[in-house]
Nanobody, 126 residues
Framework: QLQLVESGGGLVQPGESLRLSCAAS????????IGWFRQAPGKQREGVSC????????FYADSVKGRFTISRDDAVHTVYLQMNNLKPEDTAVYHC???????????????????WGQGTQVTVSS
């Protein structure tokens, strides 16, 4: 059974950093692209970042470019989202998601991901 478990969220002040983790199990890790999405209260879900199965392709939303970095550790089946210089507008529940992918690509749209984690809350406030 495919399972994704996020961790690493919390309450931080503006300008601080967090690293989110998405631990995966129950599927062939090397065949799946992983994405990070977030949803704030009253707002639509937003694609934040994603990474291809072979690490060669990554995507970042304009709102996080230069501040967030996505990476994956194949040895432990985990994808990380390093978030630096956090802003209040980054406050949201962050979810990771997985989709089967045979090319060096990761979809940007949430609708193309079939497996989701339960989410982790990130709150940026002074």
């Amino acid at each position: 059974q495919l399972q994704l478990v996020e961790s690493g969220g919390g309450l931080v002040q503006p300008g601080e950093s967090l690293r989110l983790s998405c631990a995966a199990s129950g599927f062939t890790w090397g065949n799946y692209a992983i994405g990070w999405f977030r949803q704030a209260p009253g707002k639509q879900r937003e694609g934040v970042s994603c990474i291809s199965p072979d690490h060669d392709y990554t995507f970042y939303a304009d709102s996080v470019k230069g501040r967030f970095t996505i990476s994956r550790d194949d040895a432990v089946h985990t994808v990380y989202l390093q978030m630096n210089n956090l802003k209040p507008e980054d406050t949201a529940v962050y979810h990771c998601a997985a989709t089967w992918m045979m090319t060096s690509y990761c979809p940007h749209s949430a609708g193309q991901y079939g497996y989701w984690g339960q989410g982790t809350q990130v709150t940026v406030s002074s």
